[in-house]
């Protein structure tokens, strides 16, 4: 069965530094792999997604990440955090072959910036 | 362009209660999905359709029901309330076959 692992439950950064949100799966299969973001109050919004093709994937909102299939993981990064980026970041794999009714999501890592 | 409206936002329900979670959507899409999102949990799928007419079981349905008679409106169900379903409920829509999912705003319930 597919799974997502979030190490992290909460990070904390401080605005303008770097941040890297890590992702692992396991599925037996190439997946496909998606990052969402929720801020307070709000339902999830995509932020990027892979499917094939270049491994590094850009999003919204200038994030990006790479999928790394020897490693099985696909980890978020921003180069500069600003204070809007605040949120819960949700990351989500489901089959190549199927519906979206068989994503799996992992339990999220919430995103403190302090200024 | 509304997206997914959920109603009502927030909803304090007493236990055997029961009560319905509107969801609307204006995309056309054929998918809808309903989630529940407890703390420190992610997202649970409840039930799914796949068009009007079309409703499926998801990982966590007992104590749910759903019917999709439009492809616009997909409510949810609790027909005896348990604490147990205390959560925040989504609602969700896409396009068939890993499609991104656009969510609505989400439903705090509260039984008690």
């Known amino acids: 069965a597919q799974s997502v692992t979030q190490p992290d439950i909460h990070i904390t950064v401080s605005e303008g530094a770097s941040l890297e949100l890590r992702c692992n799966y396991s599925?037996?299969?190439?997946?496909?792999l998606f990052w969402y973001v929720q801020s307070p109050g709000q339902g999830l919004q995509l932020l990027l997604k892979y499917f094939s093709g270049d491994t590094l994937v850009q999003g919204i909102k200038g994030f990006e990440a790479e999928f790394k299939r020897s490693q099985s993981s696909f980890n978020l990064r921003k180069p500069s955090v600003h204070w809007s980026d605040a949120a819960e970041y949700f990351c989500?794999?489901?089959?190549?072959?199927?519906?979206?009714?068989?994503?799996?999501f992992g339990k999220g890592t919430k995103l403190t910036v302090n200024p | 362009n509304a997206g997914v409206t959920q109603t009502p936002k927030f909803r304090i329900l007493k236990i055997g209660q029961s009560m319905t979670l509107q969801c609307a959507q204006d995309m056309n899409h054929n998918y809808m999905y309903w989630y529940r999102q407890d703390p420190g949990m992610g997202l649970k799928l409840i039930y799914y359709s796949v068009g009007a007419g079309i409703t499926d079981k998801g990982e966590v349905p007992n104590g749910y029901n759903v019917s999709r008679s439009t492809t616009e409106d997909f409510p949810l169900r609790l027909e005896l309330a348990a604490p147990s379903q205390t959560s925040v409920y989504f609602c969700a829509s896409s396009y068939p076959m890993n499609s991104p999912l656009h969510f609505g705003n989400g439903t705090r319930l509260t039984v008690t």
């Open positions: 989500a794999v489901g089959p190549s072959q199927g519906g979206s009714e068989k994503l799996v």
């Open positions: 599925y037996g299969a190439t997946p496909y």
